[in-house]
């Protein structure tokens, strides 16, 4: 690692470093422990050697890590692009650019937030005043823009050997200079820009912002209020001399950008160029900074829920009617007299919200996961009846689409309009199903789709979601009545654990007794969300090819279920059936032959 050179400013009484050689640490970096940027970076400058001659299980390795995270986003992109953040501080750059990397992440968007206030704080340690970001303070503005140079290097790491899809370039960029370095960056790596400025003249607002967010900042170890406010409204005004805004008029009609007017008060929005960007200014467009919470529970109890049984339309049990009334008295005891009540159109929730005596409304959007095959079934029958489709499931639940089903991808992109009513609504209370409050947990709780599919959600337990500056508060109100646990946990990973939950060995499948030397098929080559197909040709073709994901080679068909074939019996069998009997298994192959003609129809389509 380049030793730094220090030089001392005496304005400021500053020790600044002149060159800065390495990027702020992460939390990896710092388990690491001494030593890891210099491990890091010769990884680094190994790192195209190794990929051109490691070996073949290597190379698949990374193809399926990178197919797995840029597959489903490059239907929505077909190039990276870079958010730019500008605007004055306490403008909220930070809280909509988390924000926002936080949704872009739930919808299947790989992206990450590059926030140069880290970069700063890592190089500079010693922190005194707002002189640092004078504008007549030469070495500084040497040293700040160096960190925007190493920034730029992470987003381009990101997203040309990360698999990223989006970078939010977070940092005030309030010059056209700035400006212009990021758009020459943007230009010579192929990467689309957006510019998200934030713009506020509000006294009241700024002043709210800092004493929220600035008062507890590292920038500020052990400082009272009073004197933060001033040394931060100090910070702003050195901004304020070189601040240029984008003029969509002259200089700036034709970049890609969007104005944020008074937290939201008003918006100009400029040459959207792709889908993309019209998914950011519409949700820009729909996040409101204002004090509520949300309330999200399950139905009571149901009798399916009692079985074992997943889907279907059940009512409630007796436990399910006491949590009903208990539900009542916890609304009553918090006084929450505005709340909104949403749920389902299924009869288990609309049965828990009767019993409130408040008016309600049916969101068909929130309904459970449509199990398709499976529903009314116990994962015990579904095990038994389809060993492979459960095998499956297990590989990658989040991705796994049920046979006439939903994944629960499939179910974040249809829970889509509900988050944004949430983020524009007052107090509401959400009832809803596991599989529904596990997505919508995730998406205010920052969760990865990996995680998303195991978080718990009890019955009879509400959760109460308060949005705080840069996150969300959680408190857990269990109502002390007693239900079955319906939660089902990550299944264990490698071999023997295949062995456990699927009770077949890797590369073979066993049923009635019967063994089947074809392997058996991943998850991604099969059903999932990245293809609207069923039947078994199965070839994952994404409509739109982003950088680093190319076309991928035509796939061996994969084998038919064993599970969903057909037996041939004996003609002295076949006799003894009853005509009920024919008349349920010829029903079945017409169903299916149904499914693999529109299936053919949809891939053709598509």
């Avoid at 049984?309 to 929450?336: N, P, T």
């Avoid at 796994?400 to 179910?411: F, I, K, V």
Wanted: proline share 5%.
């Amino acid at each position: 690692m380049i030793q730094q050179s220090l030089v001392l400013n005496r304005d400021a009484d500053l020790i600044l470093p002149v060159t800065i050689a390495r990027r702020p640490q992460t939390s990896r970096d710092r388990k690491a422990g001494p030593g890891s940027d210099r491990r890091g970076m010769a990884a680094r400058q190994q790192r195209p050697a190794a990929a051109s001659d490691g070996s073949a299980e290597a190379r698949r390795t990374d193809l399926r890590v990178n197919e797995k995270k840029c597959s489903w986003a490059s239907y929505m992109t077909n190039s990276p692009t870079v958010i730019v953040m500008i605007g004055l501080p306490a403008r909220g750059k930070t809280y909509m650019s988390k924000k926002l990397t936080r949704y872009l992440n739930w919808i299947g968007v790989p992206t990450k937030v590059f926030n140069l206030g880290v970069y700063r704080r890592e190089a500079v340690q010693s922190y005194k005043s707002y002189d640092f970001f004078r504008h007549d303070n030469k070495e500084a503005m040497q040293i700040r823009k160096q960190f925007a140079l190493v920034a730029l290097e992470d987003v381009k790491a990101y997203l040309d050997e990360e698999a990223g899809q989006i970078a939010v370039f977070d940092a005030t960029n309030t010059t056209r200079e700035r400006r212009e370095l990021i758009l020459n960056f943007a230009k010579d790596n192929s990467y689309k820009v957006f510019f998200v400025e934030s713009i506020c003249d509000d006294p009241d607002v700024i002043a709210t912002n800092i004493l929220d967010v600035k008062v507890s900042s590292p920038d500020y170890p052990e400082r009272d209020r009073e004197s933060v406010m001033e040394d931060f409204l100090k910070r702003i005004e050195c901004y304020k001399v070189t601040y240029q805004p984008l003029d969509p008029d002259e200089h700036d009609n034709n970049l890609s950008f969007i104005q944020v007017i008074n937290v939201g008060r008003r918006f100009l929005v400029n040459r959207v160029q792709d889908y993309i960007q019209s998914k950011i200014v519409y949700y820009l467009m729909n996040i409101h900074v204002h004090s509520h919470s949300i309330y999200l529970c399950r139905h009571g109890e149901s009798h399916y829920n009692v079985e074992g049984r997943i889907g279907g339309d059940s009512e409630l049990s007796e436990r399910g009617k006491q949590f009903s009334a208990a539900l009542k008295g916890f609304v009553e005891e918090h006084r929450l007299s505005d709340l909104k009540v949403w749920t389902s159109q299924l009869r288990r929730t609309i049965q828990t919200a009767e019993e409130l005596g408040v008016p309600y409304e049916q969101w068909k959007i929130l309904n459970e996961i449509d199990a398709g095959v499976c529903e009314e079934m116990s994962y015990e029958m579904i095990e038994e009846t389809y060993p492979e489709e459960f095998a499956m499931r297990g590989q990658d639940k989040y991705h796994y689409r049920y046979p006439g089903g939903e994944s629960y991808q499939d179910l974040v992109q249809r829970l889509e309009p509900v988050i944004m009513e949430l983020e524009r609504q007052g107090n509401v209370l959400v009832i809803c199903h596991q599989a529904v409050m596990r997505c919508l947990l995730a998406y205010f709780l920052d969760k990865s789709a990996d995680d998303l599919p195991y978080l718990k959600c009890p019955l009879h337990t509400v959760l109460k979601l308060t949005p705080v500056a840069y996150g969300c508060k959680v408190d857990l109100f269990d109502l002390k009545v007693e239900a079955v646990n319906t939660h089902r946990d990550r299944p264990l990973k490698g071999r023997d654990a295949k062995k456990v939950s699927t009770g077949f060995e890797p590369g073979t499948l066993r049923f009635m007794n019967k063994v089947s030397t074809d392997a058996v098929p991943p998850a991604f080559l099969r059903r999932n969300s990245f293809t609207p197909l069923s039947s078994q040709d199965q070839i994952k073709r994404p409509r739109l090819y982003s950088m680093g994901n190319p076309p991928q080679a035509r796939m061996s068909q994969a084998p038919a279920l064993p599970s969903m074939q057909f037996s041939e019996v004996s003609e002295g069998a076949e006799l003894l059936q009853s005509k009920c009997s024919r008349r349920r298994r010829m029903c079945s192959e017409l169903k299916k032959q149904r499914e693999r003609l529109f299936s053919t129809w949809m891939y053709h389509q598509f």
